[in-house]
């Protein structure tokens, strides 16, 4: 039997767009590949070879209903499929926190993060949300959140997301730039106006990493 960390590992990014792609035509199967990229997040030529791979595989059936208009089901084989694939993402999800978690509260030992620390939280995805309960975990409670070209509206757990500039971040006492593998990409985007002991940046794995 696989430990948790295998099956972890075995949950890619392939895998997480099968099984969104999954789920928003088992509740819509009149969406159209346009809706299905936008509600995904990727490219519309993307959604198109996704969609077509699903059918190759037998985990959804396309019908013509119309001109240009197709509905999409899953098979038996798919929806066996979108359980097992969730039962991954949560296993996943699962282990990053505990990852997240432990590193919070060992390997950021030395920063003293506390009630009383100001912490903003860079993202706004599902990582961002773990990081937001492992900071709460710890006992910190000022916590904003910021992205780098939010939309018009944004909300976050219920918080709004502020735009990231360049004097908008100086007084708090950490920011967390809460995407996976943002190690490079944190630095060299905050390092300008943001002092490098002060940010958090995270590795493929989810383990925090700071620079003094």
Do not use: C
């Not at 929806?79 to 097992?84: G, M, Q, V, W, Y």
């Not at 300008?192 to 002991?197: C, F, G, K, Q, S």
């Amino acid at each position: 039997m696989r430990s948790v960390h295998e099956q972890n590992d075995s949950f890619d990014n392939v895998s997480e767009r099968e099984m969104l792609a999954l789920e928003q035509i088992e509740s819509n199967p009149e969406i159209t590949q346009r809706q299905l990229s936008k509600n995904i997040g990727i490219a519309l030529g993307l959604t198109n070879v996704l969609v077509k791979n699903l059918a190759q595989k037998g985990y959804i059936k396309a019908s013509q209903a119309g001109w240009k208009r197709w509905l999409y089901n899953l098979t038996p084989e798919g929806i066996s499929h979108k359980i097992n694939l969730t039962q991954k993402y949560i296993i996943r999800t699962i282990s990053n926190y505990n990852v997240i978690k432990e590193s919070i509260r060992t390997d950021l030992a030395l920063t003293s993060l506390h009630l009383e620390s100001r912490i903003a939280i860079i993202g706004s995805g599902d990582f961002a949300e773990l990081v937001y309960l492992a900071l709460k975990n710890h006992g910190v409670e000022d916590i904003q959140t910021f992205a780098i070209e939010p939309e018009h509206g944004q909300k976050f757990l219920g918080m709004h997301v502020n735009k990231v500039t360049k004097t908008g971040l100086r007084d708090f006492d950490k920011i967390f730039f809460a995407e996976m593998g943002s190690v490079d990409n944190a630095f060299n985007i905050l390092e300008p106006t943001v002092p490098t002991n002060k940010i958090v940046a995270f590795t493929l794995d989810g383990k925090p990493v700071e620079r003094n």
